[in-house]
C-alpha cells in the first residue's frame, strides 16, 4: 500500500465521494503522495522563516505551536528528515509532553510572499542532550537560546494551493524592495540633472 490512505483516510474517502470530488482525487489516491525531501522541497524550507506543528496528546486532543526563526531555520537533515533547534520559551513545554505520548505531527509551512503553502504529515521525536546535533541545527548568532532539537520524520507531504493567501512581505523583504526603488530613484535623478545640465549648456550657446 501507498500512503495515500495516511492523508486520504476511509472517512476522508467517503466525504469525497458523496460530495462529489472523489474523481478528482483518484489519481493521488492510487499514485499516493511524496514522503521525501525533493530539491523543491527543500529550496521551499530554506525560505522560511515561520512554521505551525500540530500535535495531540494519547486521548487525541490537538494542539499547534508557531514555531519560527532566522529564514532557512528548518533543516533537512535527510531525505525523510527535517530538523530545527527548539528555544528556550514559556516552559509550557505542551508540544514535548504530547510527543511522549503520540508521535503523530504535522508540519503547515506558508510563504504569504509567494501565495505558497505546503503540509508535511509525519511522525517527530525530541532529541535533548545531544549538543553537536543542536550545534548543526542551530543558526549561529541567533538571539535565542537552544535547549534540544525536534526531528520530524515525512511519512507525507501535499502542496496547497494559493486560493484565500493574503499577500504579506517580511520587513527584510520590503527593505529589499525599497532599497531597489531608492538605487532606481538615485539613477533617474542623476539622470534627471545630467539632462538638465546639457539643455542649460545649450541655452547659453545661443
Given amino acids: 500500500m501507498n500512503n495515500a490512505s495516511l492523508v486520504f483516510t476511509p472517512a476522508v474517502q467517503q466525504a469525497q465521494a458523496e460530495r462529489g470530488s472523489a474523481r478528482a482525487y483518484a489519481d493521488r489516491l492510487e499514485a499516493g503522495f511524496p514522503d521525501t525531501v ?8 530554506a525560505e522560511q522563516d515561520t512554521a505551525f506543528l500540530g500535535t495531540a ?7 499547534i505551536q508557531h514555531r519560527g526563526g532566522p529564514k532557512g ?9 527535517i530538523g ?9 513545554y505542551i508540544t514535548l509532553a504530547n510527543l511522549s505520548e503520540n508521535d503523530r505531527a504535522y508540519l503547515f509551512l506558508m510563504d504569504p510572499a509567494r501565495r505558497q503553502r505546503i503540509k508535511l504529515w509525519g511522525r517527530a521525536r525530541v532529541v535533548e542532550n545531544d549538543a553537536a546535533l543542536v550545534d548543526k541545527l542551530f543558526d549561529k548568532g541567533y ?4 535547549e534540544r532539537v525536534i526531528l520530524f520524520t515525512i ?3 501535499d502542496v496547497n494551493c494559493s486560493a484565500h493567501i493574503v499577500t504579506r512581505f517580511t520587513e527584510d ?3 529589499e524592495a525599497l532599497d531597489t526603488v531608492k538605487t532606481r530613484i538615485a539613477e ?8 538638465r545640465a546639457l539643455v542649460q549648456q545649450q541655452q547659453q550657446q545661443q
Avoid at 531555520?73 to 528528515?81: G, Q, S
Avoid at 533617474?188 to 539632462?195: H, T
Fill in 143 to 146: 538571539k535565542a537560546r537552544p
Fill in 155 to 157: 511519512e507525507a507531504w
Fill in 173 to 175: 523583504e520590503i527593505g
Fill in 188 to 195: 533617474l535623478e542623476a539622470e534627471n540633472a545630467r539632462l
Fill in 38 to 45: 525533493t530539491p523543491e522541497l527543500a529550496a521551499f524550507i
Fill in 84 to 92: 530545527f533547534a527548539d528555544y528556550r520559551g514559556n516552559r509550557q
Fill in 73 to 81: 531555520f528548518i533543516k533537512v537533515v535527510d531525505e525523510h528528515t
Fill in 57 to 63: 496528546n494519547a486521548k487525541g486532543a490537538p494542539y
